[in-house]
């Protein structure tokens, strides 16, 4: 059984910092991509960034230049620094990893930016 636990939201005043942790653990040999996605009251779950194994990234429009995501492949663990945060980056931000055969997700972690 595979299991990834998130941890570090939070409530932050805008322009705050927050940075996330994803730790993967269970019968998974080989984690691939692995990303992070959040979802709004009302809204659809959206990408928020990927990163591959080899440590290529991608991100959504709205974060880029603010949030970092990387990894640390020996402990199957990914994290996102969040900068300069908004708030309508408030949401819950879903890990999410992949093996070569399926896909998983974490619980949710809640992140509300406000003053």
């Known amino acids: 059984q595979v299991q990834l636990v998130e941890s570090g939201g939070g409530l932050v005043q805008p322009g705050g910092s927050l940075r996330l942790s994803c730790a993967v653990s269970g019968s998974i040999f080989v984690i691939n991509n692995m990303g992070w996605y959040r979802q709004a009251p009302g809204k659809e779950r959206e990408l928020v960034a990927v990163?591959?194994?080899?440590?290529?990234?991608n991100y959504a429009d709205s974060v880029k230049g603010r949030f970092t995501i990387s990894r640390d492949n020996a402990k199957n663990t990914v994290y996102l620094q969040m900068n300069t945060l908004k708030p309508e980056d408030t949401a819950v931000y879903y890990c999410n990893a992949n093996s070569y055969i399926d896909t998983y997700w974490g619980q949710g972690t809640q992140v509300t930016v406000s003053s």
């Open positions: 990163i591959s194994r080899g440590g290529s990234t």
